[in-house]
């Protein structure tokens, strides 16, 4: 059984329906899904999955939540996090994907496999981008 942990923060909901349909596109015979909003998880909910999405818009300038999803994440700079196969993805408006760019670059820096490039939607996903989410975590379990 191959264990895909999905976690996310989202506050009016974009993020939060790439994260299902990601999880929807993961969700195979043989693969069990875990999908948790990012305050009610742990790092070992991370180190103990075989693959593991992160999902968060773009908030402040350009940067991660700060509240929790920027602890969570900095938590995770561990040993353990080394060689971890990761997705990251994440709504935004205005703004020119800065915080993936920062975000992936940060993950590549403690040692993730970075499995795609960051998924990124422009506000509240469509049927295109919702189908591009399934893709995305269909590859996760690759
Ligand atoms: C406080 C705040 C800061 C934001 N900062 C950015 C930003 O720097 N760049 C950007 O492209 N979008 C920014 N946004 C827009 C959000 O990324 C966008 O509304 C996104 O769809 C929210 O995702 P969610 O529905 O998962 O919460 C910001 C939104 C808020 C409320």
Do not use: H
Not at 14 to 37: C, H
Not at 69 to 76: C, D, G, N, R
Not at 106 to 135: F, H, I, S, W
């Amino acid at each position: 059984m191959k264990r895909v942990t999905i976690i996310y923060w989202s506050a009016t909901g974009n993020t939060e329906m790439m994260a299902e349909a990601i999880a929807e596109g993961a969700k195979t015979d043989g693969v069990e899904v875990k999908l948790m909003e990012v305050r009610k998880a742990t790092v070992e909910d991370v180190f103990n999955a075989d693959a593991v999405a992160l999902g968060c818009p773009s908030m402040g300038a350009e940067v991660l939540e700060e509240t929790e999803m920027e602890p969570f994440v900095a938590s995770l700079e561990k040993p353990e996090i080394n060689g971890k196969p990761i997705g990251l993805f994440g709504s935004y408006d205005w703004g020119d994907g800065e915080w993936m760019q920062d975000w992936e670059a940060r993950m590549k820096q403690y040692g993730a496999n970075l499995v795609a490039p960051g998924l990124m939607v422009n506000l509240t996903p469509g049927d295109t981008e919702l189908e591009a989410c399934r893709e995305f975590g269909r590859n996760l379990v690759k």
